[in-house]
């Protein structure tokens, strides 16, 4: 018979491994049930004219690095600046991803021109030490090829710029028929003018919100949650994330607006944020686009934080500044 002092300890031994978490082993790392489960991600992006496509890749990749999500390509958007292939090339490589697929725009009729650091950091392969520099394959044909290579209904696509690539997408007969089939969620930084209107996206947005067959997920907040400016300036220069922003006005000095970081934050960790399920995006008789709560569409969903600006702001901030967990270093610069 055990004494009551064991009986005692053994009971809170055992209430204590039942309050463990069961996606994890005694390692910490996530078990293969729950590696099943994380976010597969497609990233869309329209990198170069704005610095916060750049802390969003970072935020993306260290979320691969925790284990949160899982990263299975990269888009590029924009046909008018053709050097945002080797700005994803170089922070994928920095991360220890350069070998991540890419695909890209080939038309010129949507994108910003302006260069803020796009090419600075895609034609500087010694220092940052990528591959790519100004071409990839092509759009649909990589987003068909990530897809065709997943389980059904299990792809999060999440774009940050101009999602005209979807409707490319789903022009495309088996192109549809791969997002049908493997697309679980669109994400989308969104609202307003600029990624769905603005650079030559409008002609392209009414067909998408019309026709998108699967759930799509919303989240324009941002504007007011700085980041960029505390941790990111401590990060080695060969950071191309850190150059993106010292190159883009005074973004590393002052930090800059986080709508792609937030909207990247969702697909990882849902539980920050409040989801309105009824309602509808629609394009406003202005232009901009809107969320009408008066007209439901079971489809189309709201995403807002429930954290502060200034909480959100810590939250991104580390992850954007967090050292990369498989970087591959480089020959020392001469």
Known sequence: MKHPRQMLLCSLVAALILTLPTGCSHTGKPSPSAAATIP???FDTDIGSDC???????TLHALADAGELRILGVIYSSGRIKHGVGVCDAINTYYGRGDL????????DVGDTTDSYSSAIATNTLRFGHDLVDDAPELVSMYRKVLASQPDHSVT???VGH???LVHLMRDARGMKMVRKKVARWVAMG???WNFEQCGMSTYCEKLLGQWPMPFYISPAGADIITGHRLLPQTPEANPVREAYRLWGTALA???SSWDQVATLFVARPELFRVEDRGRVERSAQGPIVWN????????HLVTPKLSNSEMASIIEELMARPPKNRVALPARR
């Not at 916060?52 to 890749?57: N, S």
Request: aromatic residues 2%; negative net charge.
């Open 157 to 159: 696509i999440l774009t």
């Open 254 to 256: 002052e930090g800059r």
């Open 191 to 193: 609202m307003g003018g």
């Open 52 to 58: 916060d496509d750049a802390g969003a890749m970072a």
């Open 163 to 165: 999602p005209h690539g």
């Open 40 to 42: 597969s991600v497609i």
């Open 101 to 108: 697929p890419v695909g890209s725009y080939k038309g010129n």
């Open 293 to 300: 709560a008066n007209v439901n569409d079971p489809h189309h």
